[in-house]
């Protein structure tokens, strides 16, 4: 054993002499809707102050600590197991004063609803696939689950549908000490290696969920409201799945909005709600399918074009609509690749892009030549002096870009 470790050791040991530790009541174990209460103050380090009992909780199992006030000053933290401390700022208190808490009933409320919701959607999952918990994250702003496991959108929606009956059938939620010996397969949910203490207190909902659990929970699910998961997606590689739900009137508020886009959606694929997925997925082939024609008709377009005589040049124009731009400029490349030739090729989207390319043995600059003929029009180009591309926002008549094109090369 080394000295230092001795050392701290007795550091440790006197710190515990002079800093005994004093239980503190959790007043939010017996009843998790006291909203206010009277303590006295057993300690007192810098902000933190520690009560003989406290309805404020520290957080733990995902959930956040409680928010409040204690003689009116903002509480900023909350920690501790036996011995409860909480962070009031400027306070002016001192061991035996007595307090007055009152918690931000608004918060705790929220949180009780989170919590009694996610032990529900945790085990209507689970019933589901084979599924491990890596994170919960409960706070009034956002509430996250982020499992490991196979999920799909049938088992959540199955799943919701689920803790929403359960929330309408009022199953009540339940507390009791188990000793952790008894706690074996099929019993509640539990970690016991996260564990110290012999007896486990175990939370049930109904029959519905048992799970060992030291949060603070509603008496009644219905109290929820309701419970709607508003965010499913990849949450690699902390897990599989991030899963963001809401509870109480915001998830009806949410519910209710999803609920008319959807029919806003189907409305516009000319489908029923129920048959909108299948309508969008038969739109996605249509759309890959007409590509794939412009595509193909492009190409045709491209190949089948007929130079004019411009002195010793031959002068290749064209214009094309939806094409691939990249298709476009790897024509005009072909197109001036057997020498003395310049090409011309105007792409419409809803932007109007010109590509300009003539050949090696051509004494043009198609930089130069571009932008005179963009410029015109509020566009503008670069490239190289015998590659030119460049566009002008909106669309104008191809002809006109074209002919003054040509009309510059004659008199070149
Ligand atoms: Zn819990």
Not at 351 to 370: E, G, H, M, Q, R
Request: glycine share 10%; proline share 2%.
């Amino acid at each position: 054993m080394s000295s230092s470790f001795l050392y701290k050791l007795g550091v440790d040991y006197l710190h515990e002499l002079s800093h005994p530790q004093v239980m503190t009541v959790k007043l939010y174990e017996a009843d998790p809707y006291l909203k206010e209460f009277t303590a006295i103050v057993t300690k007192v380090e810098g902000d933190w102050v520690v009560l003989d009992r406290t309805a404020f909780y520290p957080g733990g199992g995902g959930q956040e600590r409680d928010r409040g006030t204690l003689n009116g000053g903002e509480v900023t933290g909350v920690k501790g197991k036996e011995e409860i401390s909480h962070q009031v700022p400027g306070h002016a208190l001192k061991v035996g004063s007595p307090v007055k808490g009152v918690l931000d009933w608004d918060n705790r409320c929220c949180l009780m609803r989170a919590h009694t919701g996610e032990h529900l959607l945790f085990s209507s999952l689970s019933r589901r696939t084979e599924m491990e918990l890596v994170k919960i994250s409960l706070s009034k702003e956002k509430k996250v689950l982020i499992v490991k496991g196979h999920l799909d959108w049938d088992m959540v929606r199955d799943a919701m549908q689920e803790v929403n009956d359960i929330i309408a059938e009022g199953a009540e939620v339940t507390c009791h000490q188990v000793d952790r010996e008894n706690l074996g397969e099929g019993g509640p949910r539990v970690k016991l290696d996260r564990i110290s203490d012999r007896m486990v207190r175990v939370v049930s909902i109904g029959g519905h969920d048992s799970a060992a659990c030291a949060g603070v929970h509603l008496k009644n699910a219905r109290e929820i409201g309701m419970l709607l998961v508003s965010k499913f997606t990849s949450a690699k590689p902390a897990g599989d799945w991030e899963i963001e739900f809401l509870v109480g009137a915001e998830a009806v508020r949410m519910a209710v909005d999803h609920s008319v886009r959807s029919l806003m959606l189907a409305e516009r694929l000319g489908s029923l709600p129920q048959d909108s997925l299948t309508a969008f997925d038969n739109r996605d082939r249509e759309l890959v399918r007409a590509r794939e024609a412009l595509k193909a008709y492009g190409r045709l377009a491209l190949s089948s074009l007929n130079p004019e005589q411009l002195g010793d040049r031959k002068f290749f124009s064209g214009s094309f609509t939806g094409l691939d731009r990249k298709m476009v400029m790897e024509r005009a490349n072909e197109l001036v690749s057997r020498g003395s030739s310049v090409a011309a090729l105007v792409c419409q989207d809803d932007k109007t892009f010109l590509v300009l390319a003539c050949s090696t043995d051509v004494k043009l600059d198609c930089v130069a030549l571009l932008n005179k003929v963009l410029s015109q029009h509020g566009g503008r180009g670069g490239g190289k002096p015998n590659f030119a591309s460049g566009g002008i926002l909106g669309l104008l008549d191809a002809s006109v870009l074209l002919d003054e094109i040509s009309r510059l090369l004659k008199m070149s």
